[in-house]
């Protein structure tokens, strides 16, 4: 489904025979050969020059053929010599869109920058104009995704240096300048505020394989992180600390002025908490009452308020995400985890949701609320659809179908019918058959903005990454780039119109699900599970 039927025209400039060109295809995907110095027979035939238009005449009774363009392929310098010269740089260049987004798969910023750079003084003013319309593209869809890369700022001070000093020779670079000051002139205030406003989700143990999930904010002292727990935990401040496990098994008492994210922390594994007087792990889980306060708790809920505070969580994050950081994650996630900061909380807290569903129905230890839960779950879910927050739908439903829940049969008998229909109507959505599609049936009826399955969408780019070459005889394939492009392009899709799902759930509700207590251990929870209806 994902392969590329790219084929490849051997155009050597020492060769004086050449290939006989190919038609024009009739499908609505890309189509290239390799770019050659010298030109070819049929140059006019498979020319960039020629124009959308021109195709629209040729197939007018092709409804998608819009999204079609011609593209020659080769390497990445001239690709983008292919870019500023033969194409008109403007916001609905399909070719240039597919650029920008995929660049990172088969050259560095650095790369881009060294091949934009515009150092020869004698350049015609249409070919600068060019560079810089499409660094400014660049920088519109980055916005403050690369404003920490030392290569960009190192190539935006000199480009900035080098308009400048062409301005009274070519004064049409004014409005190009102005762009380019723009991106130089961000205040360090706004960077610092920006960074502190991003929410973090720091795990805090709270047995060896519990812990809660809470969301603060990145510059967070362990002072008042200690103060959420206790709260959270139902105990007194003074009676507990605050313990980060190293790599190397050490343990460190953290102080409570002590930045919890700070640089001298990094070599931590886990935060741990413990009682103040003996130094021990907490655990929550001895006292039979405070489990029944805990599930009480739960069920007293209003399950639109939960749906609308998970959605909450998810939007803040998702809507801080750049669509590059899936390429970066698939591609280079180990050279660029700074990268996939969002994505990658977005994707811990879709597991954290699935876990939180699981360790509140096996810790309750009566069948009749074990019901309820259920119940209850269904209906959270139903309600995220509702939502559009598929995401967290998803990891509902993979909480109440993992085994140590699903295996529960004397509870699941005793979930009133009309819910059993219901489940069986929303579980229908993450059939897998089909390439999951009725996901994505269901994903594309909804209007924006809404939250797709993040895993689902990383692994359409897997599949087409690891489905196809990234380069033919150091050509660079760019059929598969477009292909992982209009994935990636969802995600923008989804983001449009962000305040017009804007909703607001109670205090308790949001302070619940902004601390959310989860078991980690699958062992645990299948024994939490036979615990509760042991093996036949």
Same mark, same amino acid.
């Not at 916005?143 to 020779?169: A, C, G, N, P």
């Not at 360090?188 to 989700?201: A, D, H, K, Y």
């Not at 143990?205 to 999930?213: A, N, R």
């Given at each position: 489904e994902y392969s590329t039927s790219l084929k490849i025209m051997d155009f050597s400039t020492e060769s004086t025979s050449r290939a006989e060109p !190919?038609?024009?295809?009739?499908?609505?995907?890309?189509?290239?050969?390799?770019?050659d110095d010298e030109g070819a027979e049929g140059e006019e035939e498979w020319s960039s020059s020629r124009s959308l238009s021109s195709i629209e005449e040729d197939s007018s009774a092709d409804s998608a053929v819009s999204d079609r363009y011609v593209v020659v392929s080769g390497t990445p310098e001239k690709i983008l010599e292919h870019l500023l010269n033969d194409m008109a740089l403007d916001d609905d260049n399909k070719l240039l869109d597919d650029f920008l987004l995929t660049y990172p798969v088969f050259m560095s910023t650095s790369?881009?920058?060294?091949?934009?750079?515009?150092? /020869?003084?004698?350049?015609?003013?249409?070919?600068?104009?060019?560079?810089?319309? #499409?660094?400014?593209?660049?920088?519109?869809?980055? @916005?403050?995704?690369?404003?920490?890369?030392?290569?960009? @700022?190192?190539f935006m001070k000199t480009l900035y240096r080098h308009v400048l000093s062409d301005l009274y020779e070519h004064p049409a670079l004014e409005k190009e300048l102005v762009i380019i000051s723009h991106f130089?002139?961000?205040?360090?205030?706004?960077?610092?505020?920006?960074?502190?406003?991003?929410?973090?989700?720091?795990?805090?143990?709270?047995?060896?394989d519990s812990f809660l999930s809470m969301r603060v904010h990145?510059?967070?002292?362990?002072?008042? !992180?200690?103060?959420?727990?206790?709260?959270?935990?139902?105990?007194?401040?003074?009676?507990?600390?605050?313990?980060?496990?190293?790599?190397?098994?050490?343990?460190?008492? !953290?102080?409570?002025?002590e930045r919890v994210f700070s640089a001298s922390l990094r070599?931590?594994?886990?935060?741990?908490?413990?009682? @103040?007087?003996?130094?021990?792990?907490?655990?929550?889980?001895?006292?039979?009452?405070?489990?029944?306060?805990?599930?009480?708790?739960?069920?007293?809920?209003?399950?639109?308020?939960?749906?609308?505070? #998970?959605? /909450?969580?998810?939007?803040?994050?998702?809507?801080?995400?750049?669509e590059q950081e899936v390429i970066y994650f698939t591609f280079n996630r180990h050279v660029c985890s700074s990268h996939t900061m969002a994505l990658e909380l977005?994707?811990?807290?879709?597991?954290?949701?699935?876990?939180?569903?699981?360790?509140?129905v096996l810790l309750c230890p009566t069948l009749c609320k074990r019901v309820q839960l259920i119940k209850k779950f269904i209906k959270i879910a139903a309600h995220c659809k509702a939502q559009r927050n598929l995401n967290c739908f998803f990891a509902i439903f993979m909480g109440l179908n993992a085994a140590a829940v699903s295996r529960l049969s004397h509870t699941w008998e005793k979930v009133p019918g009309k819910f059993k229909k219901l489940f069986s109507e929303l579980e229908a959505i993450t059939d897998p058959s089909l390439n999951h599609k009725a996901y994505r049936d269901s994903l594309k009826k909804m209007k924006v903005p809404k939250i797709p399955f993040l895993p689902l969408l990383l692994k359409d780019i897997t599949?087409?990454?690891?489905?196809?070459?990234?380069?033919?005889?150091?050509m660079v394939n760019f059929e598969k780039l477009h292909m992982i492009a209009d994935v990636v392009r969802l995600i923008r899709q989804c983001q449009k119109d962000r305040n017009g799902i804007t909703? @607001?759930?109670?205090?308790?509700?949001?302070?619940y699900i902004d601390c959310l207590h989860v078991i980690d251990n699958q062992q645990t929870l299948f024994e939490l599970s036979h615990r509760l209806e042991p093996r036949a």
């Amino acid at each position: 489904e994902y392969s590329t039927s790219l084929k490849i025209m051997d155009f050597s400039t020492e060769s004086t025979s050449r290939a006989e060109p !190919l038609t024009m295809p009739t499908f609505d995907v890309p189509y290239f050969r390799y770019i050659d110095d010298e030109g070819a027979e049929g140059e006019e035939e498979w020319s960039s020059s020629r124009s959308l238009s021109s195709i629209e005449e040729d197939s007018s009774a092709d409804s998608a053929v819009s999204d079609r363009y011609v593209v020659v392929s080769g390497t990445p310098e001239k690709i983008l010599e292919h870019l500023l010269n033969d194409m008109a740089l403007d916001d609905d260049n399909k070719l240039l869109d597919d650029f920008l987004l995929t660049y990172p798969v088969f050259m560095s910023t650095s790369d881009l920058c060294q091949a934009l750079g515009m150092e /020869d003084p004698k350049e015609a003013l249409e070919r600068k104009q060019k560079v810089l319309h #499409l660094v400014s593209q660049w920088m519109s869809r980055c @916005k403050d995704f690369l404003r920490e890369d030392q290569h960009v @700022k190192i190539f935006m001070k000199t480009l900035y240096r080098h308009v400048l000093s062409d301005l009274y020779e070519h004064p049409a670079l004014e409005k190009e300048l102005v762009i380019i000051s723009h991106f130089q002139n961000i205040s360090e205030t706004e960077q610092f505020m920006s960074f502190f406003l991003f929410p973090v989700l720091c795990h805090v143990y709270v047995t060896m394989d519990s812990f809660l999930s809470m969301r603060v904010h990145s510059e967070v002292v362990v002072q008042e !992180l200690l103060q959420a727990v206790a709260e959270r935990m139902g105990v007194s401040q003074g009676e507990i600390i605050l313990v980060a496990i190293t790599y190397t098994g050490g343990r460190l008492l !953290l102080q409570p002025q002590e930045r919890v994210f700070s640089a001298s922390l990094r070599s931590v594994e886990r935060l741990h908490v413990c009682r @103040k007087d003996l130094g021990e792990v907490q655990n929550p889980f001895v006292d039979n009452s405070e489990i029944q306060q805990r599930t009480a708790r739960v069920l007293s809920l209003n399950t639109w308020d939960v749906a609308v505070a #998970l959605t /909450d969580v998810d939007w803040t994050i998702f809507d801080s995400m750049h669509e590059q950081e899936v390429i970066y994650f698939t591609f280079n996630r180990h050279v660029c985890s700074s990268h996939t900061m969002a994505l990658e909380l977005l994707l811990q807290r879709c597991n954290e949701v699935q876990l939180w569903v699981m360790t509140e129905v096996l810790l309750c230890p009566t069948l009749c609320k074990r019901v309820q839960l259920i119940k209850k779950f269904i209906k959270i879910a139903a309600h995220c659809k509702a939502q559009r927050n598929l995401n967290c739908f998803f990891a509902i439903f993979m909480g109440l179908n993992a085994a140590a829940v699903s295996r529960l049969s004397h509870t699941w008998e005793k979930v009133p019918g009309k819910f059993k229909k219901l489940f069986s109507e929303l579980e229908a959505i993450t059939d897998p058959s089909l390439n999951h599609k009725a996901y994505r049936d269901s994903l594309k009826k909804m209007k924006v903005p809404k939250i797709p399955f993040l895993p689902l969408l990383l692994k359409d780019i897997t599949f087409i990454h690891e489905g196809n070459r990234t380069f033919h005889n150091n050509m660079v394939n760019f059929e598969k780039l477009h292909m992982i492009a209009d994935v990636v392009r969802l995600i923008r899709q989804c983001q449009k119109d962000r305040n017009g799902i804007t909703q @607001k759930s109670s205090s308790e509700v949001r302070a619940y699900i902004d601390c959310l207590h989860v078991i980690d251990n699958q062992q645990t929870l299948f024994e939490l599970s036979h615990r509760l209806e042991p093996r036949a």
